[in-house]
T-cell receptor, first 115, second 112 residues
Framework: AQSVTQPDIHITVSEGASLELRCNYS??????LFWYVQSPGQGLQLLLK??????LVQGIKGFEAEFKRSQSSFNLRKPSVHWSDAAEYFC?????????????FGAGTRLAVHP | DGGITQSPKYLFRKEGQNVTLSCEQN?????MYWYRQDPGQGLRLIYY???????QKGDIAEGYSVSREKKESFPLTVTSAQKNPTAFYLCASIPAGVYGYTFGSGTRLTVV
């Protein structure tokens, strides 16, 4: 069965430091992969997505992610974190089943940013 | 501006009561989805619909019901059979054949 694992429940970084959030997936075929961000009490906003092609994907707000098939990973990175990046981040894999496109989400990583 | 509107933002339910959460989109998207979010568990799929008058159960459909009478509307009813309904509920939609959802801003349901 398809699944997504985000190994880190909470991460704290200092403002200006680099960031890497980990995501591992289990999926038989070529995956469609996504990163979403959620501010408290809000819906989810799409940061970036990977469907095919270049394995380094650029997203909004200065984020990027790298797809590594050999490691079944799709880690999210940002070179310099801003206080406004504090939020919860979700990795997801797309699944096509019964004529429907569905997303399977990881449990999320909550990011705190120290000034 | 196009988007997904969920209402109300906060909802309180008494034991044994049914409540309905509204989800409306003006994006002309075909597929709509309901997810439940609990702390530390990510998002779990409740129901989804590809077209009007058709919908499918997700992973945790027990205690919930939906309807899709109009393309733009996909209301979720939390019935008294749902024993632990306190959660944050998110509605999402996508055009046909596309991955990557657009999400509403959510409804927080609390049992009192």
């Amino acid at each position: 069965a398809q699944s997504v694992t985000q190994p880190d429940i909470h991460i704290t970084v200092s403002e200006g430091a680099s960031l890497e959030l980990r995501c591992n997936y289990s999926y038989g075929a070529t995956p469609y992969l996504f990163w979403y961000v959620q501010s408290p009490g809000q819906g989810l906003q799409l940061l970036l997505k990977y469907f095919s092609g270049d394995t380094l994907v650029q997203g909004i707000k200065g984020f990027e992610a790298e797809f590594k098939r050999s490691q079944s990973s799709f880690n999210l990175r940002k070179p310099s974190v801003h206080w406004s990046d504090a939020a919860e981040y979700f990795c997801a894999v797309g699944r096509f089943s019964g004529g429907y496109n569905k997303l399977i989400f990881g449990a999320g990583t909550r990011l705190a940013v120290h000034p | 501006d196009g988007g997904i509107t969920q209402s109300p933002k906060y909802l309180f339910r008494k034991e044994g009561q049914n409540v309905t959460l509204s989800c409306e989109q003006n994006l002309n998207h075909d597929a709509m989805y309901w997810y439940r979010q609990d702390p530390g568990q990510g998002l779990r799929l409740i129901y989804y619909s590809q077209i009007v008058n058709d919908f499918q159960k997700g992973d945790i459909a027990e205690g919930y019901s939906v309807s899709r009478e109009k393309k733009e509307s996909f209301p979720l009813t939390v019935t008294s059979a749902q024993k632990n309904p306190t959660a944050f509920y998110l509605c999402a939609s996508i055009p046909a054949g596309v991955y990557g959802y657009t999400f509403g801003s959510g409804t927080r349901l609390t049992v009192v």
